[in-house]
């Protein structure tokens, strides 16, 4: 693991000029006086360079025999003599060769390296090879991008016209790409989360994006504190439906957390993520702030992600939940059960014995009722004549699917792969006709 400069070398006339970063503060960022643009980006974002660190200057045969001891002469007096690695790379001709460029830039990168790229001298091609190789890279090396930039001397004009301007007037511009590369890793990182449910890729760009920014201001960038929040509450969210947390689902506060929080930095960030986040809005614009609703909005989380065990279950205890919380009757237990919670349990209990009932393939007479149905009949009467009478065979259905996922499929009449996602869909979408508000 080590940090890594890699640039190219062009083959055109360089005229000397002063390569100008932003300033920070008060401090000027620039270097006056250079030909080469690999000069200033060292002596700007690598000087801290240490020995197990590394320059590479990629250059084909007519680039290495034109400016090669040139620039080697410039970093000598900049204090980098003997830093500095010739990359050989080919003549650009053809895919084959653009393979080849790729081949040797993998075989140069180690593990967990930090690159800095400077693409000012790159073929015309390279840009899109170069994003192809970096997201190449982390994934296979792990690698982390320091930056990206560009050494805009055509700024300036064209080089004879230049050598004409005095010194001190030839300011050409650095210009940071980065943010470019972070776009793409943000818009990638969201789909992913939308697509998936899993918010490993966004905690991932949090940890390297967000939290250095944080570091640096110690603490006071507003928008960096808001998506490190913004990014927690994603994973409280999706870590609570991967393993059903129905109560804390149902206590999530989607809008005041996560909603509204996207509305205040999104004039903030780069104007391009926003429609993205907008998606990420629209995925959870129906989540309500501690609402049992959301439980059957978690279900169509579910669906749309692929988490088909999980949907079943919640859409299961989402019906009980919010059966109680229709029946008032059920308040009769509380006031006979000492424990708060022993009272929830019994009246979830109620019901789903009650369901289970009222969906048998012939009505069980009340002087055959079990359990909470016995010890409670009045109660339960009062809830069989407000449970919708179409809502039991779907509870009756999602009962038999959920039990024949949880069993492996290794009971009878077991379902295929496709009809256990149909039929979610389906059950989902009756329930939400029936019980949400």
């Not at 407000?386 to 069993?407: A, E, F, G, W």
Request: glycine share 6%; net charge negative; aromatic share 6%.
């Amino acid at each position: 693991m080590a940090r890594l400069f890699i640039s190219f070398l062009g083959t055109g006339n360089y005229v000397s000029c002063n390569y100008c970063a932003p300033d920070e503060g008060d401090r000027k960022r620039r270097v006056d006086n250079v030909r080469f643009i690999q000069t200033a980006l060292l002596n700007l974002h690598c000087a801290d360079f240490g020995p197990e660190d590394r320059a590479l200057i990629a250059c084909t045969p007519q680039a290495r025999e034109k400016h090669l001891e040139a620039l080697r002469h410039e970093l000598e007096a900049h204090g980098w003599a003997g830093r500095v690695e010739a990359l050989p790379i080919p003549e650009p001709g053809g895919t084959d060769d653009a393979w080849e460029i790729f081949r040797i830039f993998n075989d140069a990168i180690g593990g967990e390296d930090s690159i800095t790229f400077d693409i000012t001298h790159s073929f015309r091609f390279l840009p899109l090879l170069f994003t192809v190789l970096i997201q190449y890279l982390k994934v296979t090396k792990k690698i982390r991008l320091e930056g990206v930039y560009y050494g805009a001397f055509e700024r300036l004009g064209h080089p004879k016209e230049v050598e004409a301007m005095p010194l001190e007037t030839r300011d050409a511009p650095i210009m940071d790409m980065t943010p470019f590369i972070s776009l793409f890793d943000w818009s990638v990182g969201i789909d992913r989360f939308l697509r998936s449910g899993q918010p490993d890729d966004l905690n991932h760009l949090v940890q390297q994006e967000i939290r250095p920014v944080l570091r640096e201001t110690q603490g006071k960038d507003e928008t960096a504190k808001t998506l490190e929040r913004i990014a927690k509450r994603l994973t409280e969210l999706a870590e609570g439906i991967d393993t059903v947390r129905g109560q804390a689902l149902a206590e999530f506060e989607a809008r005041r957390r996560i909603l509204e929080p996207l509305q205040r930095v999104q004039v903030d960030i780069l104007p391009p993520l926003q429609p993205v986040l907008k998606r990420l809005s629209e995925d959870l614009a129906r989540w309500e702030d501690q609402s049992p609703n959301n439980l059957l909005h978690a279900v169509g989380w579910c669906i749309r992600h692929g988490q088909t065990q999980q949907g079943y279950t919640l859409l299961r205890e989402g019906i009980l939940t919010l059966l109680d919380r229709r029946i008032p009757e059920l308040d009769g237990i509380d006031a006979e059960v000492a424990s708060p919670t022993t009272a929830r349990q019994t009246r979830r209990e109620l019901l789903s014995k009650l369901l289970n009932v009222l969906g048998g393939r012939e009505p069980r007479p009340e002087s055959e009722w079990q359990g909470e149905l016995a010890d409670y009949p009045e109660v339960a009467r009062a809830a069989r004549e407000r449970i919708p009478q179409v809502l039991v065979p779907c509870y009756k259905r999602i009962t038999q699917l959920r039990n024949d996922i949880n069993h492996a499929g290794f009971i009878q009449n077991t379902s295929k792969a496709n009809t256990l996602r149909e039929e979610l869909q389906r059950l989902h979408q009756e329930v939400s006709a029936l019980l949400l508000d």
